[in-house]
C-alpha cells in the first residue's frame, strides 16, 4: 500500500500533537509511558517527534489513557494551536 505523502500543514500537526504528548509525559519516561499505553517507545518517540505524524486511533486512545488526558482536551488543543498558527502564517 502506497501512502499519499503529507502536507506541510499535516506535518505541522504532526509535530504539535508529539509536542503536547511530549509536555503532558512530564518527568515520566518514554518507556513508561509507552509500557502503559501497550505500544514500544520507539513508536511513542516517532509520534512525540512527528516522525509519526497520524498515528491510529486507538495508539492514540491508549495514549491518552496512559497519561491521564480526556480525548476531547487533547484534540482540542491541537486544533486551537493548528488554526491559530495558520491564521498567523
Same mark, same amino acid.
Given at each position: 500500500?502506497? =501512502?499519499? $505523502?503529507? *502536507? $506541510?500543514? /499535516? =506535518?505541522? =500537526?504532526?509535530?504539535? !500533537? +508529539? #509536542?503536547?504528548?511530549?509536555?503532558? =509525559?512530564? /518527568?515520566?519516561s518514554?518507556?513508561?509511558?509507552?509500557?502503559? #499505553? +501497550?505500544?514500544?517507545?520507539? *513508536?511513542?518517540?516517532?509520534?512525540?517527534?512527528?516522525?509519526? $505524524? *497520524? $498515528?491510529? !486511533? !486507538?495508539?492514540?486512545?491508549?495514549? *491518552?489513557?496512559?497519561?491521564?488526558?480526556?480525548?476531547?482536551?487533547?484534540?482540542? #488543543?491541537?486544533v486551537?494551536?493548528? /488554526?491559530?498558527?495558520?491564521?498567523?502564517?
Open positions: 500500500m502506497v =501512502r499519499t $505523502p503529507l *502536507t $506541510p500543514w /499535516e =506535518r505541522h =500537526r504532526g509535530e504539535r !500533537f +508529539g #509536542a503536547l504528548l511530549r509536555q503532558a =509525559r512530564g /518527568e515520566r518514554m518507556v513508561e509511558v509507552a509500557a502503559r #499505553a +501497550g505500544i514500544s517507545a520507539e *513508536t511513542l518517540r516517532k509520534i512525540e517527534t512527528g516522525r509519526a $505524524p *497520524t $498515528p491510529a !486511533f !486507538f495508539t492514540v486512545a491508549a495514549l *491518552t489513557a496512559a497519561l491521564d488526558l480526556s480525548l476531547d482536551d487533547l484534540a482540542a #488543543a491541537c486551537l494551536e493548528t /488554526e491559530g498558527e495558520a491564521l498567523s502564517a
